[in-house]
């Protein structure tokens, strides 16, 4: 059987977040995995909610990615992101669910490896973790 | 004469007095607190039984006041609005009184986050001043807090605590102010380590002429080491304890004699205090030594009548 | 307000874990601004949910809805059908919103999802803090505006205990002293005379300790006649 295509989702801010992954795909940068990519106004538009639905409809994991903390094009977007971040994987570890599948990164738009880095880690999570079905069975 | 306990006899006569505290033990066995009385017999006016103190679960305090008046020393009980609302309190009161007891310190209590039952319900039906009230009414017309007049009320001799070192320190005389007013005859105040704080604060009381109406025993705790110094200092919510003292038992040879020294040097400048009437030592866990500071303090022989 | 806190999740899948079709209900009301049974937590709750079954290979059907009001039948009634059509309704609102539907549907089973805790306030966002207990007999124009019930652990009447240090409380020492705060507060109002006086023992037959209390307007009250007319319109 082939191996399964680990799913993740990631919420780009469209400032620096956005920009960053548009610069990384011009390195030609290939991954295994299926990453779909959500554009959000702000990282600090999204919510917990957004975060969770994800992850129940399939998602292996799912990161956040804002602007730098102290160069948030909306101030505290990225600030505040994080808190709403940190409050999901809170929920998750109670659930017995692992917490390291939910991240927030910040990465600045002239970043052109920060991407790839974040990418890579997720991949490597959701590969590690399995769905979160299987998560407790192996 | 309201209640003609030997702590009032040496109170009212004008005498320096001296009161120490025992703490009952955790446990049903009488013992401790027989030897404790056997111990301390004649080197204090009368002893305070504490009234599950820190709130951890003890030998209850009237119970601890009948085993050692068997031994001939007088009790002072202390009763918390902690753990008893007002119909527990009275009859309680009640039975103190019918088994012998004379001195009653009334006491809000401490918390119970604080003792060996955390999960506890608080009860706190009303504070020390209204429980003075209460008790005082009880003893000057036997009428009880309902309304309903009872033969035979309890003669007491009600006391009270109250401590200088906590803030609002503006609002502490005014305090004490109201629990004379409540009825308390005397106040045992929190251990005394900042002098000078404790002067201003006996400037106040002097001023309202509360020295007058409540005989201060001011209160003092011999110091064991350098760590339960400033275990004190940092630790004890309400108490001060100044850098001084905290160094001068770090630097001692020896501790606990440095201890000892402090404690009978502290009661010398208590005695010279107008307005203090006597004092009260806190031996927390370290009752033995109390013979000794009361003898080197200068505080033997007890007055007898 | 009221204000709530979630149950740990574990107690809540726990809980649910015997039932196959479950109905989440909250409020828009004290437990939304409390940020703790509102309609974003009731969606996360839900979403948490379904993901736990999904890890665990569970099969429960668990839907979501929110009411206006959940203390008050009117607004319940909107959602009748979904809570019997469940096996059993988590009530994401206070312990009043659950009682109600319990109250209004007997044979149902209605769940707490969570804690009720206290009448409070929001201090700033993300904390709220106690300031009433309910007694029935309101005394914060002796104190400042400060209610010493509710604030003091010791619920003292008479001024601070002894246990106050730097204006905190021995209890916590995270939370202000409620009678350092009354002390501050009535220095300002030039009130400070007030802490002579003697407060004696307070009445409790007000508070829960008279028993359960149930507060009549005899003049809103509906007649016999008016609710007959009232159910016929609805």
């Given at each position: 059987m082939a191996e399964r295509r680990p799913k993740i989702i990631g919420f780009c801010c469209e400032r620096h977040g956005m920009d960053s992954a548009v610069l990384a795909a011009r390195t030609g940068k290939q991954f295994d995995a299926s990453v779909r990519l959500v554009q959000v106004p702000c990282a600090g538009r999204v919510d917990g909610i957004h975060i969770l639905q994800a992850l129940e409809d399939g998602a292996d994991a799912v990161f956040v990615l804002g602007c730098l903390e102290k160069n948030c094009y909306y101030d505290t977007g990225s600030i505040e992101a994080r808190k709403r971040v940190e409050y999901v994987r809170q929920m998750l570890a109670e659930m017995g669910i692992e917490k390291e599948r939910v991240e927030m990164f910040n990465a600045a738009s002239t970043n052109a490896w920060a991407f790839p880095e974040i990418v890579a880690k997720m991949v490597e999570v959701a590969k590690k973790l399995g769905p979160i079905e299987e998560g407790e069975r192996r | 004469m309201k209640a003609g306990s030997n702590l009032e006899k040496v109170l009212e006569s004008g005498k320096f007095a001296v009161t120490a505290e025992i703490g009952p033990p955790q446990s049903a066995n009488p013992e401790p607190l027989t030897h404790h009385a056997r111990m301390l017999k004649g080197y204090a006016d009368a002893f305070n039984l504490t009234d599950n103190q820190t709130a951890v679960v003890r030998l209850s305090s009237i119970a601890s006041a009948v085993i050692i008046m068997r031994e001939g020393i007088e009790p002072v009980i202390q009763m918390t609005c902690r753990d008893r609302n007002r119909i527990g309190l009275q009859s309680d009161l009640f039975g103190a009184a019918a088994l012998g007891v004379k001195n009653v310190l009334c006491l809000t209590g401490d918390h119970h986050i604080f003792g060996n039952e955390k999960a506890a319900k608080g009860v706190f039906d009303f504070d020390s001043i209204v429980e003075l009230k209460v008790f005082d009414d009880l003893r000057n017309s036997g009428k009880q807090l309902g309304g309903e007049q009872i033969k035979d009320p309890p003669k007491t001799y009600l006391g009270c605590a109250?401590?200088?070192?906590?803030?609002?320190?503006?609002?502490?005389?005014?305090?004490?102010?109201?629990?004379?007013?409540?009825?308390?005859?005397?106040?045992?105040?929190?251990?005394?380590?900042?002098?000078?704080?404790?002067?201003?604060?006996?400037d106040e009381i002097r001023g309202r002429g509360l020295d007058k109406k409540v005989h201060i025993l001011a209160g003092v705790i011999p110091v064991k080491s350098a760590g339960s110094a400033r275990y004190m200092k940092n630790k004890v919510p309400g108490m001060i304890v100044p850098k001084e003292i905290v160094d001068r038992m770090k630097n001692a040879k020896d501790a606990k004699e440095e201890g000892i020294r402090l404690c009978v040097e502290q009661i010398e400048t208590l005695k010279s205090i107008k307005g203090v009437h006597g004092v009260h030592i806190m031996a927390v866990a370290w009752e033995e030594m109390i013979p000794r500071i009361v003898k080197e303090a200068g505080l033997l022989p007890r007055p007898t009548f | 307000m009221i204000v709530a806190k979630r149950k740990p999740l574990g107690e809540i899948v726990e809980m649910l874990a015997p039932y196959q079709k479950i109905t989440v209900i909250g409020c828009r009301s004290c437990v939304a601004i409390c940020l703790a049974g509102?309609?974003?937590?009731?969606?996360?709750?839900?979403?948490?949910?379904?993901?736990?079954?999904?890890?665990?290979?569970r099969k429960q059907q668990i839907d979501g809805f929110v009411v206006e009001r959940q203390c008050e039948k009117e607004w319940v009634k909107e959602v009748e059908e979904r809570i019997l059509d469940s096996d059993v309704t988590l009530s994401m609102a206070c312990s009043l919103g659950a009682q109600t539907i319990g109250d209004m549907y007997p044979k149902h089973l209605t769940f707490p999802g969570l804690n009720t805790g206290m009448f409070g306030v929001p201090e700033e966002q993300g904390v709220w803090s106690e300031k009433c207990i309910g007694c029935g007999n309101c005394i914060i124009h002796t104190t400042g505006g400060i209610c010493p019930i509710a604030r003091c652990a010791k619920s003292m009447l008479n001024g601070p205990c002894g246990g106050s240090a730097n204006g905190k409380c021995e209890v916590n020492l995270e939370v202000d002293c409620a009678w350092v705060a009354i002390y501050d507060r009535l220095k300002l109002q030039n009130r400070l005379d007030l802490i002579e006086n003697f407060t004696p023992a307070k009445d409790w037959s007000t508070s829960h300790s008279g028993g359960r209390r149930i507060y009549v307007r005899e003049d809103a009250k509906l007649s016999q006649h008016q609710k007959k007319g009232k159910e016929a319109v609805q």
């Open positions: - | 109250e401590n200088p070192f906590a803030t609002p320190y503006e609002w502490r005389a005014a305090r004490l102010a109201k629990k004379a007013a409540a009825g308390a005859d005397f106040c045992q105040t929190q251990a005394i380590f900042d002098m000078k704080m404790f002067e201003r604060w006996m | 509102g309609e974003k937590e009731v969606k996360m709750l839900v979403s948490a949910l379904k993901i736990k079954n999904r890890k665990e290979g």
